[in-house]
């Protein structure tokens, strides 16, 4: 099969490195052309050097992302710099393409420096600018010290970088650098010296110039050649000796270079394959006119052209009849894989493989029949070519990522109906690897079929039927969830693998009473397994535990405080938000209580249940129907609820008698993972060591600088948790919304942290005589001090807060008391210190743990970062909104960070 070529639209405002483009033979399959308003080519490139005219380039900026957005094509805006980097250029279009982007950007912004043309005259470059002056005049100017760093890229590796970031779908709205090896001004000064002198050519070097003590772009550019696979090949002290041997050569070259011409473009041979079209119509179409004629050949002649006429005839029958095959068996191939599919989404794993050997088989004689008629469409029609080739694509990835599924199910079914079946053997560890390897060739199979189904890439018909497509209009969500699954699928061993029982227990918790690991723990499931068998399960409340407690255990000074109880009751024991401490105070009281001791605790709260009633999409319970919304409503009556304990048991039976569709059961997983609503802890320290990165180990701990940052730059990473509890026994759940802003600020020896709580209530709690008393527990930066704390205007007595040391973070505990049905306001003000001086170029990286037990709608904390009056902003790791001395991040709905770099501002 041919390769498949992907035509290119470009503009620049360097028209001569835009024809060096279009006339480049570096790759067959990039193909370049002037970039037009009509042009329907799939990859859009704009290449912007700040070094030439830059009027109206915002304007024109927008219009082609705007046509870019309209058209779904792929945009990527290359920022050429000079002689130096411009750090503010660079925050502008990063910050204006990220605003054209919006929450789904098309573009790919990459920087680019001191980019050459091997010839070192065609591309007018700062680079190649800056070499031919000095090799007309035989003169150099370098910085005085010598340290001006350069990084020569060839417009050959520019290419083949460009296009990893053109076709990998993990780029869209990312910046890459892509910039050679580094050199200084005064390394290619010498490496012209040589050259020259070789020659016998005198040559001077002069250090008069200004040093520019710029940022170091060799880890930027490590960084982007890291995630793109990709590494320059170019050796630029050859190419500059061969350019200087060349210009040596034909010295008019070198006096003509610095004034180019524009280039004219290349003929093609589409002009030839017209002529050649044009003169087989006119033969068909004497062929039609002497079609009724029946008189006897007169000559030699006339019979060459009646067999040549024939002959033809007959070569485009066998085309059609070829053509027609194709059409029908490829068609017949997207019919079967759909029907696949569909018994796939119905769990029909049987009917679903079936139709997939179908489908492949169909593809197959589709694609050979294809094959036979693909030169003359290449030739001829090279979209439509190209689309069908992709088409072929298409179905490969989609039928090998729908074997992957229909093995994944296959392993996973099996797994599943072990559960309390001891007929069943199975060797749980290499069902486990099986699934995850299966699972890691669906995710890869997913992000190929991403780029493929791209818009104009595909055939019109097919475009169609997918955007109809259930699965891939929500293909994204998709990937999440096998990411997810993937991660989850790591601890089945721990659950399954094992010569003695496995003692599990399950806290359900209920968040319209907050508390830190997700809500107050209404029940407790205490499950022992052996080997996948069920060998006993059974369900308690929390004030059941408490009676089967021996000894009584002393309760923390605020939970005496707002309880009144000197001992320690079940339902408030998840106290600690680091899961791995509370994980091991239940394990205590559960070893003292049930006489068994834990090897693995989860937990979750109730939206696990919403999840799988929505799933079912409500179910019938002791004669009722209980819905989602239904039980949303009926869970705040009562703490703890009959009905979340009969849905916990109802959904046991359903799960231990296989009678929950296992991929409703994945889906709701995934779900919850996703939102940070389940967590896990094991008694085996090995397990826990592997988990401890994973957001469901619940483990508190600082984290490093975002990756993003360069190591180059000297980086202060800092990890904060605010974290609520509520302690008034009024579950007020969804009906109190809050927003969180936390403001940071540099000091000159320390940082200053600010949170703004802004709480308001949705409705009216009538005939409560108190107070909503909470407890917040805000984790800070080694050596933190408090303070201010106020609530709603008035200061909270700092005699009346805890503090305790957690590893090399502080945790502060703070009781608060906000009143009902008005709006209510805390700040909490710390400072961190510096270990020393504040001094630039510097760089920020902050990490904010999310609550289990928050909606994903409700809580988001909106990240305010004050710039130094001195500094300037060189690199932000995610969108963020520009003010004037600010940028403001809103973090998403799971422990997540955000880096930003400082520099000083030029004069």
Known sequence: MSTIIARISIWSNNPHLQSLLIQSSYNPSLQFSDYKKTSTNPYVLAIIQLNKDLGDISQRLISIYDHCRIKNQKLSVVIVHGETVDTEKNLYFTQLLDQLGGGSPVHRLVFVKDIYHESLLDSETWLESYILESLLTKKINISSKGENQLYPLSVRDFITGLQKILFLSSTSGKAFWMVGDSITDLDLAYLIKKNLEDSDEQYEIEATAANYLGSDLTSLGNQSRASLNWEPVGDFSMDLRRAIQRLDEDRSKLMTSLHHLDIASKQTNFFKLTKTREFLEKLLDRYKHKKGRLKAIENSSELIKKIFEYSLALVALVYLLVTVSFITFTSMSLINQEKSLNFA????????????????????????????????????????????????????????????????????????????????????????????????????????????????????????????????????????QVTQILKSSELIPAFLVGDSPKNVVILFQNSNELRSTGGVVDYLLALVMEQGRVVSRNIYNASEIDNLLTTKISAPPLINLYTGLESWQTRDLNYNPDFSLTASNFSAVIEQSLKFKPDIILAVNESLMVSLLEEDKGILLNGQNITSEIFKVELPKTSPNPLYSQLIDHYLDKIFNHRLSLLSLGRVIAKQSLENQILFWSVDDNIEKTIVGQSFSGVIFPHVCNSAIPGSVSCLAETTYLNESNFALVPVGSDLKKKVTHTVTFAQDSVVHEYLIDYQFTKE??????????????????????????????????????????????????????????????????????TGIFRLPFAYSITEYRQPGVSPNNGNIDLVIKTPDSARAALITSPAVSLPGSFTYTYPPTTSSFGISFEPKHP
Do not use: M
């Not at 069902?431 to 019109?460: H, V, W």
């Open 345 to 480: 989404r119905n769990a029909d794993t049987s009917s679903s493989v079936k139709a997939l050997t179908v489908s492949s088989t169909f593809a197959k004689i589709g694609e050979s029949s294809y094959s036979f008629v693909s030169p003359v469409f290449s030739l001829l029609a090279p979209t439509f070519h190209e689309k069908n080739h992709n088409l072929f694509v298409f179905l490969h990835y989609s039928q090998s990522s729908l074997e992957n599924l229909q093995q994944t199910v296959s392993l996973a079914e099996k797994i599943y109906e072990s559960l309390g079946n001891p007929s069943i053997n199975i060797n749980y560890n290499d069902a486990s690897l099986a699934l995850r390897s299966n699972l890691s060739q669906i995710y890869e199979n997913i992000n190929q079929i991403r780029l493929i189904t791209e818009k104009g890439k595909l055939p019109a018909f097919l475009e169609n039927k997918l955007e109809a497509s259930p699965e891939f209009k929500n293909i994204s969500l998709i990937e999440q």
């Open 765 to 834: 709690f009538n005939n409560l005589n108190r107070d909503l008393n909470e407890i917040i527990q805000l984790y800070a930066p080694t050596a933190s001090t408090l303070e201010e704390v106020g609530v709603n205007g008035k200061n909270v007595a700092s005699n009346s807060i805890q503090r305790q040391q957690h590893g090399p973070l502080e945790r502060f505990e703070i009781p608060i008391s906000l009143k009902f049905n008005i709006d209510n306001h805390i700040t909490i003000k710390f400072i961190s210190p510096l």
